[in-house]
């Protein structure tokens, strides 16, 4: 699920991206100050709060809107972008990191909570619809992961994936492709911009493509997509996005914890806050938010 896009802005930049090597995080600096005459509606605090990231839409604009609404707060915020998702789970858990905003439930993140999920509080769901999906254009004449394996030639044998280490990656590898007994494509793996390139170019010339996908995601507003479908559900039903963080952040951190799990995003203010950003201003996270925030009530997402 992770999109390597070289983006501008508070919490994510085009030297982060290049600096973050696999397994490795990078810290950055704190961003600019939280928009303009902004009423967020979190009583005032004070303290350090790292929010860790993988460079995931949902995670990077949520990232942002909370960095916004904590340093407008009185917080001092900075943010830690990850490139693989098994460190950060181990920093929430070792207590180096404090919150990660894109923690995906039951399925996706099941084999870190196995692991960590002792170690840390579960604040709040913030979306309830989450996906994980392949996706090809509507031009395609294919509907069905079952058809898949038939029509391996119209796709070059290829599957365009996104990171190896995604949870994403693992369910079509692990469950979708035997199940369906795909066994003449390959599921190519590299990173969430390289797919989203392919995807448009393929798009510009009408050529077939299979990728992997998921949602909420800006792509299905600016490609038209379908899904395959799963009648074994193989990738699993929809999920939950949650709010993650260290032990003892409540205790520390009453009104942020308590903010945090009254936090909530619909799939239409979601997909709004993403196509904003990446569509609209270049992948400009901090002016993208920004903007979206002269619009859009932060106090009515906590209330």
């Not at 365009?160 to 280490?165: H, K, L, M, Q, Y």
């Amino acid at each position: 699920m992770q999109r390597r896009s070289i983006m501008k802005g508070a919490v994510a930049t085009g030297a982060t991206a290049s600096l973050a090597l696999a397994g490795c995080s990078v810290e950055e600096e704190p961003g600019d100050a939280a928009a303009e005459g902004v009423d967020f509606g979190l009583p005032e605090g004070e303290g350090e709060i790292v929010i860790a990231y993988i460079n995931w839409d949902e995670a990077v604009v949520a990232t942002e809107l909370w960095r916004q609404a904590l340093e407008s707060a009185g917080y001092t915020v900075s943010t830690q972008e990850f490139t693989e998702v098994g460190p950060l789970f181990e920093g929430l858990s070792s207590g180096d990191l404090d919150v990660f905003l894109d923690g995906w439930l039951p399925i996706t993140h099941a084999t870190y909570m196995d692991t960590y999920g002792d170690q840390l509080e579960q604040l709040g769901t913030w979306n309830e619809n989450a996906a994980l999906t392949v996706a090809v254009p509507t031009y395609v004449d294919v509907d069905s992961l079952e058809d898949l394996n038939a029509n391996a030639d119209l796709f070059g044998g290829r599957i365009v994936g996104i990171e190896a280490s995604a949870g994403l990656t693992e369910a079509v590898q692990n469950s979708a492709i035997p199940t369906y007994g795909i066994t003449d494509l390959t599921l190519e793996t590299s990173s969430t911009t390289a797919m989203l390139t392919e995807l448009d170019s393929a798009i510009a010339a009408e050529e077939p493509i299979v990728v992997t996908l998921w949602q909420p995601h800006w792509a299905y507003a600016k490609y038209d997509l379908k899904n395959l479908a799963d009648p074994q559900t193989t990738l699993g039903e929809a999920e939950t996005i949650n709010v993650l963080a260290r032990t003892g952040f409540t205790e520390e951190f009453a009104d942020v914890a308590d903010a945090l799990g009254t936090f909530a995003m619909s799939d239409d203010q979601l997909a709004d806050l993403e196509n904003l950003v990446f569509a609209e201003n270049g992948g400009d996270v901090q002016a993208g938010v920004t903007a979206w925030l002269k619009d859009n009530e932060f106090k009515d997402l906590i209330a």
